[in-house]
């Protein structure tokens, strides 16, 4: 289908390894976000991409966290130097007109389980 | 964004009708109403959204009071493929479209 494609599905690592997450948006979507759910925390927002730049990085919960989107299109959620609580689901979503009242129907992903042992 | 606030679980009997409330007292004049849902190990899923009229579309209804500061989403004929958590959000303004996820109302469909 033409959904939004996130891989890896799951994602085992060893305490202080990098990861990289990648997201395939709908096409055309202009805007991609990424989010992550976990037990103690709920579904929460990480990072706003608008086309190849994120004006808001606000969810992002510490430097080893970063992401790029490159060519208005895939983005990659990276984070380095794992630790057991960056343990979560990680979500994609991306929608057609971003930020425009009434117009905000975002489609996830079926998300990136990770795990760090 | 508004904060919303929604009954942790509600029961339903398979093809009657699921009615979910939430309240949103601090909601702004510019800021909407959105329900998703998340059916368990899937990513969430868009159901509807209003600013204050109500609106049906092929999912569900939306029932938004006239002070704005509540509204309901009706499941007319819930089935057990209904389950799911489902989350009351309140967006708008100059939010990005960023969705501020609350905990949700369990809703349990049963046979």
């Known amino acids: 289908g033409a959904g939004v494609s996130q891989s890896p599905s799951n994602k085992v690592t060893e305490k202080g390894k990098d990861v990289e997450l990648r997201c395939d948006p709908i096409?055309?979507?202009?805007?991609l976000y990424w989010y992550r759910q976990s037990l103690g925390q709920g579904l929460e927002f990480l990072i706003y991409?608008?086309?190849?730049?994120?004006?808001?990085k606000s969810g992002l919960p510490s430097d080893r966290f970063s992401a790029e989107r490159t060519g208005g299109s895939v983005s990659t959620l990276t984070i380095q130097r794992t630790q057991q609580e960056d343990s979560a689901v990680y979500l994609c979503?991306?929608?057609?007109?971003?930020?425009?009242?009434?117009?905000?129907?975002?489609?996830f992903g079926p998300g990136t389980r990770l795990t760090v042992l | 964004d508004a904060k919303t606030t929604q009954p942790t679980s509600m029961d339903c009997a398979e093809g009657r009708a699921a009615n979910l409330p939430c309240n949103h007292s601090?909601?702004?004049?510019?800021?909407?109403v959105y329900w998703y849902r998340q059916i368990h190990s899937q990513g969430p899923q868009y159901i509807i959204h209003?600013?204050?009229n109500n609106e049906t579309n092929e999912m569900a209804s939306l029932i938004i009071t006239e002070d704005r500061k509540s509204s309901t989403l009706i499941l007319p004929h819930a089935t057990l493929r209904d389950t799911a958590v489902y989350y009351c959000?309140?967006?708008?303004?100059?939010?990005?479209?960023?969705?501020?996820f609350g905990q949700g109302t369990i809703l349990t469909v049963h046979p």
């Open positions: 991409f608008q086309g190849n730049s994120a004006p808001d």
């Open positions: 979503a991306s929608s057609f007109i971003p930020g425009l009242a009434g117009r905000n129907e975002q489609f």
């Open positions: 209003g600013l204050k």
């Open positions: 096409s055309g979507h202009t805007a």
């Open positions: 601090t909601i702004s004049g510019n800021e909407y």
């Open positions: 959000i309140v967006s708008g303004g100059t939010s990005y479209g960023k969705l501020t």
